[in-house]
């Protein structure tokens, strides 16, 4: 039975080294010399060298002068410890009664009359750093408002920010609202 059990156990001792200790060293070492700032999680920092966010993960921006990114379900709100989206189904009515809510807050915040989809609903991982050009676009008039400056200096640091879909064909064009609200910050001035 010790001979049945020896290449089964020198195998396991194998791969473990291999696929569990080398291969992902070797991942991550190439990761770093090739991609460094992304492999250390897209850090965002300020003039001081201090991290304030990274540009993968969302943050609540709640000030009126801010870009506002779409809810989250994760946790208390952007919590990666618990990220998760809300498992509410098409039909669900406490879905439909939060979608509402949102939507009339967002009326009443930056007026209009379409909202897009990401200003009421949440991602699958609660954490998404983006939102839409639309939304966005939607927000311009109230920052504008709220910092004093004409909205059109505010929706050009808004097209100047916009993503396109990458290789011009795989996903949605996007804003990333940490960077925005940065570049907000850094042409006008950081806010409270």
């Known amino acids: 039975m010790v001979h049945s059990f020896r290449p089964a156990i ?3 001792a194998l791969f473990t080294l291999l696929l569990g200790l080398a291969y992902p060293l070797a991942v991550t070492g190439i990761a770093h010399s090739v991609f460094p700032r992304q ?3 897209s850090l965002v920092r ?3 060298g201090r991290v304030v966010g990274s540009a ?3 943050q609540a921006f709640a000030g009126e002068t801010y870009l506002h990114p779409r809810p989250s379900a994760a946790g208390d ?3 990666a410890a618990v990220s998760s989206g809300s498992n509410m189904g098409p039909l669900n009515p406490d879905l439909a009664a939060r979608v509402a809510e ?3 807050a967002i009326r009443a915040d930056d007026g209009a009359g379409g909202i897009p989809a990401d200003a009421v609903t949440t991602s699958a991982s609660g954490l998404d750093p983006d939102v839409s050009p639309a939304y ?3 927000q311009a008039a109230r920052i504008a408002r709220a910092r004093g400056v004409p909205v059109q200096q505010v929706q050009t640091i808004i097209d100047g920010q916009t993503q396109g879909a990458l290789l011009g064909f795989v996903g949605q064009p996007r804003v990333n609202v940490l960077l925005t609200n940065r570049a907000l910050d850094a042409r006008f001035g950081a806010e409270g």
Do not use: P, T, V
Request: charge should be negative; glycine fraction near 20%; hydrophobic fraction near 50%.
């Open 39 to 41: 492999a250390s999680g």
């Open 10 to 12: 020198a195998m396991m």
């Open 56 to 58: 993968l993960i969302g």
């Open 102 to 104: 949102s939507a009339q």
């Open 46 to 48: 300020d003039a001081g």
């Open 136 to 138: 966005a676009r939607l």
């Open 77 to 79: 709100g952007y919590d």
